[in-house]
């Protein structure tokens, strides 16, 4: 039945009510490892997650930038090509910096075997 007046409701018993302490505790978290960038990298033709690791060492233009996606042919040599540009960080400096840090430093020719790859980095 309900409360015959506004303040009855409020003196009822709410330890029924369990999602009523939901963020009113004193807990400890612990703090997110930092990180500059993360990396997929997935096989394009069957989306098979092959690297997924944050980029400690990238140091990207400071912007807020999106998540970016790249396509990579790799051949038994290396890298085909440049990575080509998918889906862009709304950045261009962001864009041209990760372009250049996947063959350069992350030197993900020598890291694939040969085929179509799809490369995702997120902030």
């Known amino acids: 039945a309900p409360p015959a007046r506004p303040a009855d409701a409020l003196a009822e018993d709410r330890?029924?009510?369990?999602a009523l302490e939901i963020g009113r505790?004193?807990?400890v978290i612990a703090q997110l490892?930092?990180?500059n960038a993360f990396i997929e990298i997935l096989a394009a033709g069957n989306g098979?997650?092959?690297l997924g690791q944050p980029l400690?060492?990238?140091n990207p233009p400071a912007a807020a930038w999106q998540p970016m996606e790249f396509l990579v042919a790799v051949d038994p040599t290396g890298l085909v090509g440049p990575p080509i540009l998918t889906e862009s960080s709304r950045v261009p400096a962001v864009d041209g910096?990760?372009?250049n840090y996947l063959g350069k430093t992350l030197h993900v020719g020598q890291r694939l075997a040969?085929?179509?790859y799809r490369v995702c980095?997120?902030?």
Request: hydrophobic share 35%.
């Open 15 to 18: 330890a029924a009510v369990s």
């Open 25 to 27: 505790s004193d807990r």
């Open 33 to 35: 490892p930092s990180r």
């Open 48 to 50: 098979e997650q092959l």
């Open 56 to 58: 400690v060492d990238a």
């Open 97 to 99: 910096y990760f372009q």
């Open 114 to 116: 040969p085929g179509f």
């Open 121 to 123: 980095i997120g902030p």
